[in-house]
């Protein structure tokens, strides 16, 4: 089905609790094609109605309908202009008032249509707002360090053959990389004590790999962490030193970020969502899994 | 402890730019995902998104991932 290119179609970003400080906040703002960003209320103008919102601005439907999407999704530059400009406006709105963060590329064909499903799902958003209220999200990052080639003496001792000074510094970089994935569950297990100090959530992201990923050395952690905004230095300081004192082992945090990885409780969350991603890259890359017990489990060659 | 922390954190730092997979991580996996009259419906979302997954990720057989970090160990703390 083809859309119409001239008529411009409705992109969401997120759904936030009615401020009066908001639209002010919002003037300038433009979305994610340049377009000014506005508010749907609903129910606005009514008893009682518009306590929720929905931020939105117009986009070209030539590329936001369904075959530009598919067509520009693939294109990472235009994804990255997208996903950058989407959450400037999460940004913006999540700093004046709670937020729920929409997923990437919700699109409607009009501001009523996107108003219709806003009246349709009014209450469930006010409660989740209310739950998330007051509360930022924190991502923390573990890498094992990608150790400096564990160094095999670039001269071979004299009393080793060729093979058995081969086999000897593979052997010590294997020591190597297994001491570095204890550090790294070390850090892990600390990070779980400083949530369990501080923060009210926590999902996992799968750990991050291929190009966009660098050469950071190797992500075995990554979560995000619901946190109430009055403990939120508390926390980013505790995880920020949880790779202390361990060799081998890197942990970064980011945030505070909009809670868009507790926007849908965990439990409504499982049938559509991260873990159709999760397992649909999984089966596509990973070899047999035994269910993991730990956070982070050591390559075994 | 030392008194509630106070985070200027909450405001957004215009000058912070977040790495571009950290994004991609919320915006692909998080969020609230709609139904609805969209135009795009919610399975070609999930199929757009899965493919794009693949490209970020590139796991191939020869290079599989060592973890396969299946699920999370605990959801709540």
């Known amino acids: ?3 119409s290119t001239s ?3 409705t992109y969401a970003y997120a759904v936030a609790r009615a401020h009066p400080d908001l639209a002010p906040s919002l003037t300038g703002l433009v979305g994610v094609s340049g377009a000014p960003v506005h508010l749907i209320s ?4 009514e008893e009682g109605g518009g306590d929720v919102v929905l931020v939105v601005s117009p986009v070209s439907a030539a590329d936001f309908g369904e075959e530009g999407l598919r067509r520009h999704l693939e294109d990472l530059d235009w994804l990255e202009a997208v996903a950058r400009a989407h959450h400037a406006v999460v940004e913006a709105v999540a700093a004046r008032t709670p937020a729920l963060p929409l997923r990437l590329a919700t699109v409607y064909l009009d501001d009523a249509s996107a108003r219709g499903m806003l009246r349709s799902a009014v209450r469930l958003f006010s409660e989740r ?3 998330l209220a007051g509360q930022v999200e ?3 990052k573990i890498y094992v360090e990608a150790t400096a080639e564990a160094a095999p003496e670039s001269a071979p001792a004299a009393d080793l053959t060729p093979g058995r000074a ?10 190597d990389l297994e001491a570095s994935y204890r550090a790294a569950q070390e850090a892990a297990d600390r990070v779980g004590d400083v949530a369990r ?3 009210t959530d926590r999902a996992a992201h799968r750990p991050q790999q291929g190009v966009l990923a660098g050469d950071a050395g190797e992500n075995v952690f990554n979560d995000a962490f619901r946190v109430p905004r009055g403990r939120s230095e508390a926390f980013r300081a505790g995880a920020a030193g949880a790779g202390h004192g361990l060799a081998g082992v890197r942990v970064e945090v980011t945030g505070p970020w ?8 965990q439990e409504d969350e499982g049938t559509r969502g991260t873990d159709d991603a999760r397992s649909a890259a999984d089966t596509a890359g990973a070899d047999g899994s035994d269910g993991s017990d730990g956070v982070v489990r050591g390559a075994t060659p | 402890m030392t008194g509630p922390g106070r985070p200027a954190a909450a405001a957004p730092l215009p000058d912070r730019q977040v790495a571009l997979i950290d994004l991609l991580d919320r915006l692909l996996a998080g969020g609230v995902v709609l139904t609805g009259d969209v135009v795009l419906s919610i399975a070609d979302i999930d199929l757009v998104r899965v493919s794009l997954r693949a490209l970020i990720v590139s796991v191939s057989p020869e290079n599989p991932s060592p973890f396969e970090h299946s699920g999370p160990p605990a959801r709540r703390s």
């Open chain 1, 1 to 3: 089905m083809t859309t």
């Open chain 1, 7 to 9: 008529e411009p179609v």
């Open chain 1, 42 to 45: 609903e129910g606005a103008g």
């Open chain 1, 129 to 131: 707002l209310d739950h």
């Open chain 1, 138 to 140: 924190w991502g923390v």
């Open chain 1, 166 to 175: 081969y086999l000897s510094a593979r052997r010590r970089r294997r020591n």
């Open chain 1, 197 to 199: 100090a501080y923060a």
């Open chain 1, 258 to 265: 909009a809670p868009y990885s507790f926007a849908v409780p």
